[in-house]
């Protein structure tokens, strides 16, 4: 398995110092937090993204994702949910990124509206997605945290442009085993987000194998099932001012996942 970390733990840091950090700590790619305030946005002019493209080239390293923050399931009209997320698909294609996250964002919906409209706007994009060789994620998270709420979604829309990131720390704090994500993500899954944490009820990021979340057992879920693709650390460092930075952690985090079999 490749290994690529989320620039969601260095907020703001310069590409080029990124792009060091992946080489010089054993991660191949990079999920890109694509915000207006990091270097790496939507804002970006078509030269801008050909230059950000051609330093990934002579990095070596893969732009893995724009992480993007659109919600797909949530209330309200459709129209400003496709085109943020397509927004964020030009972006994608413009750098060489192959993927798009985005969320469901369903919040207090009743799950067959919410459901509907993830289904809808998924749909409307897929396509645009596909033309331009680049894939929507949608994320476990929030109103959809578990991977049957994923799948449910992306077995209806059905369409080579559309896939899952499986987020283990919100399956794991929704009670799904991590053999069952899988086997629910299986037929959608494009990688799979790993972090960890001190409690259910205290998400503060911690080095990789300091809390408690079944790392092991996610990377022998993947392992078993055939699963040779990415793993990405997405450490919250944006949202938790008191973490440890991430930077010095990364090569530890790289061994350790390496260790598990990935």
Not at 73 to 93: F, N, S, T, W
Not at 207 to 224: E, I, K, N, Y
């Amino acid at each position: 398995m490749e290994l690529a970390f989320s620039t969601l733990g260095v907020p703001g840091m310069p590409l080029d110092e990124v792009l060091a950090l992946a080489t010089g700590s054993g991660y191949e790619g990079v999920e890109l937090r694509a915000a207006a305030d990091e270097p790496v946005n939507p804002g970006l002019d078509a030269a801008e993204r050909a230059g950000v493209a051609e330093r990934f080239a002579a990095s070596g390293v893969t732009p893995l994702t724009i992480a993007a923050y659109a919600g797909m399931a949530q209330d309200g009209p459709d129209e400003p949910v496709v085109e943020e997320a397509l927004a964020a698909v030009r972006l994608a294609a413009g750098i060489g990124a192959g993927h798009v996250r985005v969320f469901p964002r369903g919040g207090d919906l009743p799950p067959s509206e919410a459901d509907a409209n993830a289904v809808r706007r998924l749909a409307a994009v897929a396509p645009v997605a596909a033309d331009l060789g680049v894939r929507v994620l949608l994320e476990t998270h929030d109103s959809h945290s578990t991977a049957a709420a994923v799948s449910r979604v992306l077995d209806r829309v059905d369409h080579p442009g559309v896939g899952a990131i499986w987020d283990l720390m919100h399956t794991w704090r929704a009670d799904e085993d991590p053999q069952d994500s899988y086997r629910a993500l299986a037929p959608h899954l494009a990688y799979v987000q790993v972090k960890d944490i001190a409690s259910r009820t205290d998400t503060t990021p911690l080095p990789l194998g300091a809390g408690v979340l079944p790392l092991a057992a996610c990377v022998d879920s993947l392992r078993a099932g055939g699963y040779r693709g990415w793993l990405c650390w997405e450490y919250e460092a944006l949202w938790y001012s008191g973490a440890p930075a991430l930077p010095p952690l990364l090569p530890a985090g790289a061994r350790l996942l390496r260790g598990l079999g990935a």
